[in-house]
T-cell receptor
Framework: GAVVSQHPSRVICKSGTSVKIECRSL??????MFWYRQFPKKSLMLMAT?????????EQGVEKDKFLINHASLTLSTLTVTSAHPEDSSFYIC??????????????FGPGTRLLVL | QQQVKQSPQSLIVQKGGISIINCAYE??????FPWYQQFPGKGPALLIA?????SEKKEGRFTISFNKSAKQFSLHIMDSQPGDSATYFC????????????FGTGTKLQVIP
Protein backbone atom coordinates (compact mmCIF):
# COMPACT_ATOMS: atom_id res chain seq x y z
CA GLY A 1 0.00 0.00 0.00
CA ALA A 2 0.81 3.73 0.11
CA VAL A 3 1.70 4.17 -3.55
CA VAL A 4 2.09 7.61 -5.04
CA SER A 5 2.39 8.13 -8.79
CA GLN A 6 3.46 11.10 -10.85
CA HIS A 7 2.81 11.92 -14.46
CA PRO A 8 4.65 12.58 -16.63
CA SER A 9 7.95 11.06 -15.56
CA ARG A 10 9.87 13.27 -17.98
CA VAL A 11 8.87 16.35 -19.91
CA ILE A 12 10.74 18.62 -22.29
CA CYS A 13 9.18 21.93 -23.18
CA LYS A 14 10.05 25.19 -24.84
CA SER A 15 10.74 28.31 -22.84
CA GLY A 16 7.56 30.30 -22.22
CA THR A 17 5.18 27.36 -22.21
CA SER A 18 3.34 25.94 -19.19
CA VAL A 19 3.75 22.41 -17.90
CA LYS A 20 1.39 20.49 -15.62
CA ILE A 21 2.59 17.68 -13.37
CA GLU A 22 0.12 15.34 -11.70
CA CYS A 23 0.56 13.59 -8.37
CA ARG A 24 -1.84 10.82 -7.40
CA SER A 25 -2.21 8.68 -4.30
CA LEU A 26 -3.27 5.34 -5.73
CA UNK A 27 -4.45 3.36 -2.73
CA UNK A 28 -5.17 5.88 -0.02
CA UNK A 29 -6.71 9.27 0.52
CA UNK A 30 -4.12 11.99 0.84
CA UNK A 31 -5.38 14.85 2.91
CA UNK A 32 -2.06 16.63 2.53
CA MET A 33 0.34 16.67 -0.38
CA PHE A 34 3.74 18.26 -0.61
CA TRP A 35 5.74 19.42 -3.61
CA TYR A 36 9.52 19.35 -3.61
CA ARG A 37 12.22 20.38 -6.00
CA GLN A 38 15.57 18.63 -6.14
CA PHE A 39 18.70 19.83 -7.88
CA PRO A 40 21.40 17.34 -8.95
CA LYS A 41 23.21 15.81 -6.00
CA LYS A 42 21.26 17.98 -3.59
CA SER A 43 18.64 17.44 -0.95
CA LEU A 44 14.93 17.99 -1.41
CA MET A 45 13.67 21.54 -1.14
CA LEU A 46 10.06 21.93 -0.06
CA MET A 47 8.14 24.23 -2.37
CA ALA A 48 4.62 24.09 -0.97
CA THR A 49 2.13 22.18 1.12
CA UNK A 50 -1.39 21.62 -0.14
CA UNK A 51 -4.47 20.40 1.67
CA UNK A 52 -7.47 19.09 -0.20
CA UNK A 53 -9.92 21.84 -1.02
CA UNK A 54 -7.83 24.74 0.21
CA UNK A 55 -5.10 26.99 -1.07
CA UNK A 56 -1.55 25.79 -0.99
CA UNK A 57 0.95 27.17 1.51
CA UNK A 58 4.15 28.17 -0.23
CA GLU A 59 7.62 28.23 1.30
CA GLN A 60 9.51 31.47 1.45
CA GLY A 61 11.06 32.36 -1.87
CA VAL A 62 8.76 30.19 -3.98
CA GLU A 63 6.73 32.19 -6.49
CA LYS A 64 3.10 31.19 -6.09
CA ASP A 65 2.13 32.71 -9.42
CA LYS A 66 4.78 30.70 -11.19
CA PHE A 67 4.18 27.38 -9.48
CA LEU A 68 0.43 26.88 -9.35
CA ILE A 69 -0.74 24.08 -7.10
CA ASN A 70 -4.22 22.60 -7.08
CA HIS A 71 -5.39 19.86 -4.72
CA ALA A 72 -8.89 19.27 -6.01
CA SER A 73 -9.48 15.82 -4.57
CA LEU A 74 -8.14 13.48 -1.91
CA THR A 75 -6.16 11.55 -4.51
CA LEU A 76 -4.90 14.23 -6.91
CA SER A 77 -2.71 17.29 -6.71
CA THR A 78 -1.28 19.15 -9.68
CA LEU A 79 1.70 21.46 -10.04
CA THR A 80 1.69 23.79 -13.02
CA VAL A 81 4.92 25.54 -13.93
CA THR A 82 3.75 28.63 -15.79
CA SER A 83 5.83 30.38 -18.43
CA ALA A 84 8.67 27.96 -17.84
CA HIS A 85 12.26 29.08 -18.28
CA PRO A 86 15.50 27.08 -18.41
CA GLU A 87 16.19 27.83 -14.73
CA ASP A 88 12.99 25.94 -13.88
CA SER A 89 14.59 22.74 -15.17
CA SER A 90 14.75 20.39 -12.23
CA PHE A 91 13.47 17.18 -10.67
CA TYR A 92 10.06 17.74 -9.10
CA ILE A 93 8.83 15.28 -6.49
CA CYS A 94 5.51 15.12 -4.71
CA UNK A 95 4.67 13.34 -1.50
CA UNK A 96 1.37 12.44 0.04
CA UNK A 97 0.28 11.98 3.60
CA UNK A 98 -2.76 10.15 4.86
CA UNK A 99 -3.87 7.16 6.85
CA UNK A 100 -2.26 4.39 4.88
CA UNK A 101 0.75 2.23 4.52
CA UNK A 102 2.83 0.50 7.13
CA UNK A 103 3.51 3.75 8.88
CA UNK A 104 0.49 5.94 9.09
CA UNK A 105 2.36 9.01 10.17
CA UNK A 106 4.76 9.55 7.37
CA UNK A 107 4.88 10.88 3.87
CA UNK A 108 5.11 8.68 0.81
CA PHE A 109 6.93 10.00 -2.20
CA GLY A 110 6.19 9.81 -5.88
CA PRO A 111 8.81 8.72 -8.43
CA GLY A 112 9.50 12.29 -9.52
CA THR A 113 9.17 14.26 -12.76
CA ARG A 114 12.21 15.43 -14.67
CA LEU A 115 11.50 18.79 -16.32
CA LEU A 116 13.80 20.19 -18.97
CA VAL A 117 13.04 23.62 -20.37
CA LEU A 118 14.82 24.47 -23.60
CA GLN B 1 16.77 25.62 14.47
CA GLN B 2 15.08 23.63 11.75
CA GLN B 3 18.29 22.21 10.31
CA VAL B 4 19.26 18.59 10.19
CA LYS B 5 22.97 18.05 9.68
CA GLN B 6 24.07 14.84 7.98
CA SER B 7 27.48 13.24 7.53
CA PRO B 8 29.38 11.97 5.71
CA GLN B 9 28.52 13.44 2.34
CA SER B 10 29.73 10.29 0.63
CA LEU B 11 30.70 6.84 1.82
CA ILE B 12 32.39 3.85 0.20
CA VAL B 13 31.99 0.50 1.94
CA GLN B 14 33.04 -2.97 0.93
CA LYS B 15 30.42 -5.62 0.44
CA GLY B 16 29.58 -7.23 3.76
CA GLY B 17 30.74 -4.24 5.76
CA ILE B 18 28.78 -1.86 7.96
CA SER B 19 27.66 1.50 6.60
CA ILE B 20 27.11 4.22 9.18
CA ILE B 21 25.46 7.57 8.50
CA ASN B 22 25.06 10.19 11.19
CA CYS B 23 22.59 13.01 11.68
CA ALA B 24 22.09 15.76 14.23
CA TYR B 25 19.13 18.00 14.78
CA GLU B 26 18.51 21.18 16.73
CA UNK B 27 14.78 21.48 17.27
CA UNK B 28 13.83 19.37 20.29
CA UNK B 29 10.19 19.56 19.26
CA UNK B 30 10.80 17.11 16.40
CA UNK B 31 9.29 13.78 17.36
CA UNK B 32 9.54 11.63 14.27
CA PHE B 33 12.74 10.75 12.43
CA PRO B 34 12.47 8.87 9.12
CA TRP B 35 15.25 7.73 6.84
CA TYR B 36 14.77 7.70 3.10
CA GLN B 37 16.64 5.83 0.37
CA GLN B 38 16.81 7.35 -3.10
CA PHE B 39 18.11 5.76 -6.28
CA PRO B 40 19.14 7.96 -9.23
CA GLY B 41 16.15 9.34 -11.11
CA LYS B 42 13.67 8.05 -8.53
CA GLY B 43 11.76 9.52 -5.64
CA PRO B 44 12.82 8.85 -2.05
CA ALA B 45 11.44 5.73 -0.42
CA LEU B 46 10.85 5.36 3.30
CA LEU B 47 13.39 2.98 4.75
CA ILE B 48 12.89 3.05 8.49
CA ALA B 49 11.73 5.56 11.08
CA UNK B 50 12.04 6.10 14.82
CA UNK B 51 10.44 8.14 17.57
CA UNK B 52 12.52 9.68 20.37
CA UNK B 53 11.01 7.47 23.06
CA UNK B 54 13.14 4.53 21.90
CA SER B 55 16.91 4.34 21.57
CA GLU B 56 17.10 1.80 18.79
CA LYS B 57 14.96 0.33 16.06
CA LYS B 58 15.93 -2.53 13.80
CA GLU B 59 14.35 -3.73 10.58
CA GLY B 60 16.28 -6.42 8.81
CA ARG B 61 19.78 -5.15 8.04
CA PHE B 62 18.85 -1.55 8.88
CA THR B 63 19.12 -0.13 12.39
CA ILE B 64 18.51 3.37 13.70
CA SER B 65 20.27 4.41 16.88
CA PHE B 66 18.81 7.43 18.63
CA ASN B 67 20.45 9.58 21.31
CA LYS B 68 17.87 12.06 22.54
CA SER B 69 20.16 13.91 24.95
CA ALA B 70 22.76 14.49 22.24
CA LYS B 71 20.10 15.21 19.62
CA GLN B 72 21.74 12.73 17.29
CA PHE B 73 20.64 9.68 15.39
CA SER B 74 22.33 7.33 13.00
CA LEU B 75 21.59 4.69 10.42
CA HIS B 76 23.55 1.45 10.40
CA ILE B 77 23.38 -0.85 7.40
CA MET B 78 24.72 -4.26 8.32
CA ASP B 79 26.15 -6.66 5.72
CA SER B 80 26.07 -3.89 3.11
CA GLN B 81 25.33 -5.05 -0.43
CA PRO B 82 25.96 -3.44 -3.83
CA GLY B 83 22.18 -3.06 -4.16
CA ASP B 84 22.29 -0.72 -1.17
CA SER B 85 24.25 1.80 -3.25
CA ALA B 86 22.02 4.87 -3.21
CA THR B 87 21.66 8.27 -1.57
CA TYR B 88 20.32 8.22 1.96
CA PHE B 89 18.53 11.13 3.59
CA CYS B 90 17.80 11.45 7.26
CA UNK B 91 14.88 13.65 8.17
CA UNK B 92 13.02 15.12 11.09
CA UNK B 93 9.42 16.14 11.43
CA UNK B 94 6.45 16.19 13.77
CA UNK B 95 3.98 13.41 14.36
CA UNK B 96 0.89 13.22 12.23
CA UNK B 97 2.43 12.98 8.79
CA UNK B 98 0.85 16.26 7.80
CA UNK B 99 3.81 18.33 8.83
CA UNK B 100 6.61 19.33 6.51
CA UNK B 101 9.74 17.27 6.69
CA UNK B 102 13.19 18.73 7.23
CA PHE B 103 15.74 16.72 5.27
CA GLY B 104 19.42 16.23 5.85
CA THR B 105 21.83 16.97 3.04
CA GLY B 106 22.13 13.37 1.94
CA THR B 107 24.83 10.70 1.91
CA LYS B 108 25.81 8.95 -1.27
CA LEU B 109 26.66 5.36 -0.40
CA GLN B 110 28.64 3.13 -2.71
CA VAL B 111 29.07 -0.50 -1.80
CA ILE B 112 31.88 -2.10 -3.75
CA PRO B 113 32.17 -5.86 -4.36
Amino acid sequence: GAVVSQHPSRVICKSGTSVKIECRSLDFQATTMFWYRQFPKKSLMLMATSNEGSKATYEQGVEKDKFLINHASLTLSTLTVTSAHPEDSSFYICSASGLAGRDQETQYFGPGTRLLVL
Amino acid sequence: QQQVKQSPQSLIVQKGGISIINCAYENTAFDYFPWYQQFPGKGPALLIAIRPDVSEKKEGRFTISFNKSAKQFSLHIMDSQPGDSATYFCAATFSGGYQKVTFGTGTKLQVIP
